[in-house]
Each structure stands twice: as C-alpha cells, then as structure tokens.
C-alpha cells in the first residue's frame, strides 16, 4: 500500500504545481494555459482549422471551440469561415 499512497502524493505535487504554474501564467499574461499553447499554435500554423488546433493541444473540439471564442472576444483572434 505505501507506493499506491506515493504514487498518490507525487501525482497531487504534480498537480499542485501545474496549478500554481497556471496561475502564474493567467497573472503574467492574462491568458490560460490552453489560450497560450492556442495562441502559440496559431503562430506556428498560421491559420489552422479549430479540429487541427485541438489535435495540436490536446483537447476536445467542444473545448477548442470555447478557447477560441474567449479569445475571439478578447480581441486576439478572428475567426473567419473557410473558403473550401
């Protein structure tokens, strides 16, 4: 039982430091950690599709979508319909 408890206390330290780590960023930028890895995506893409910009991050396409509408309302993006 005792590596079940240290698996358990080492994946909370993990988490607790993605947290404070988020936190961090959100105080510094302004943005999430989703929005900067989005924001990062799209500098490196160019202007990719919100199903390629979820597969890059990792995320659900329900999840992408809000991401970007938060963006889009903070002015940093601009959604705009494909052509094809």
């Not at 590596?3 to 330290?13: E, F, G, H, N």
């Not at 988020?22 to 890895?37: E, I, V, Y």
Request: proline fraction near 4%; charge should be positive; hydrophobic fraction near 40%.
């Amino acid at each position: 039982m005792k590596d079940y408890d240290d698996i358990l206390i080492s994946l909370r330290r993990i988490m607790r430091a993605a947290d404070l780590h988020s936190q961090r960023l959100m105080k510094d930028s302004g943005l999430t950690a989703p929005q900067l890895l989005v924001m990062q995506a799209i500098e490196k893409e160019g202007n990719p599709p919100t199903s390629a910009l979820a597969r890059h991050i990792a995320v659900s396409q329900a999840t992408m979508t809000r991401i970007v509408d938060r963006l889009e309302l903070a002015g940093l993006v601009r959604r705009e319909k494909s052509q094809t």
